[in-house]
T-cell receptor
Framework: SQTIHQWPATLVQPVGSPLSLECTVEGTSNPNLYWYRQAAGRGLQLLFYSVGIGQISSEVPQNLSASRPQDRQFILSSKKLLLSDSGFYLC??????????FGPGTRLTVL | DQQVKQNSPSLSVQEGRISILNCDYTNSMFDYFLWYKKYPAEGPTFLISISSIKDKNEDGRFTVFLNKSAKHLSLHIVPSQPGDSAVYFCAASTGNQFYFGTGTSLTVIP
């Protein structure tokens, strides 16, 4: 069966510090991978998605970036965090855009 | 531009009764429609989906109805249970992209 892992589960970072969130998927090959953010009381905002290694599509301009160094690994990064980057970050995977499965999420607080 | 909308931010239902959650969309090219359940500080859990070529899909207590002419879908939960209390997101997909509504918070009152 397929599983998706995200870490860390929670993170508190000062403004201006770097960020690296990691997501890995097991039990499937060549999945589509996604990063979403849920701000407090808001819906899910798509940040990035990837259909293959090294292929990243960005949905919104921001100071975040994503990379996919391996087939089942997706990384969300920032060189300098802003207060507005606080939120709940979710990684997800899908095959052929039919159903999407989410990881447990990372709660990021920028102080 | 919000392509998927959930206009009711919250819903309260008595235990044992039917819960009906609604969702509207604007893009007629969507291929699949999905419902997710989410608890605080957890990732959304997939509940049920429906292809754009169907008008109904049932799985246990959950039934999703799709009305393409009205660009409307709904999730029926019968009977509602206290454990169903959560935020429900509808979503739609086309190609590799998924579009989510803003969620409806369901409270089932014992």
């Amino acid at each position: 069966s397929q599983t998706i892992h995200q870490w860390p589960a929670t993170l508190v970072q000062p403004v201006g510090s770097p960020l690296s969130l990691e997501c890995t998927v097991e039990g499937t090959s060549n999945p589509n991978l996604y990063w979403y953010r849920q701000a407090a009381g808001r819906g899910l905002q798509l940040l990035f998605y990837s259909v293959g290694i090294g292929q990243i599509s960005s949905e919104v301009p921001q100071n975040l970036s994503a990379s996919r160094p391996q087939d089942r690994q997706f990384i969300l990064s920032s060189k300098k965090l802003l207060l507005s980057d606080s939120g709940f970050y979710l990684c997800a995977w899908s095959v052929r855009g039919i159903t999407q499965y989410f990881g447990p999420g990372t709660r990021l607080t920028v102080l | 531009d919000q392509q998927v909308k959930q206009n009711s931010p919250s819903l309260s239902v008595q235990e044992g009764r039917i819960s009906i959650l609604n969702c509207d969309y604007t893009n007629s090219m969507f291929d699949y429609f999905l419902w997710y359940k989410k608890y605080p500080a957890e990732g959304p859990t997939f509940l049920i989906s429906i292809s754009s070529i169907k008008d109904k899909n049932e799985d246990g207590r959950f039934t999703v109805f799709l009305n393409k002419s009205a660009k409307h879908l709904s999730l029926h939960i019968v009977p509602s249970q206290p454990g169903d209390s959560a935020v429900y997101f509808c979503a739609a997909s086309t190609g590799n992209q998924f579009y989510f509504g803003t969620g409806t918070s369901l409270t089932v009152i014992p």
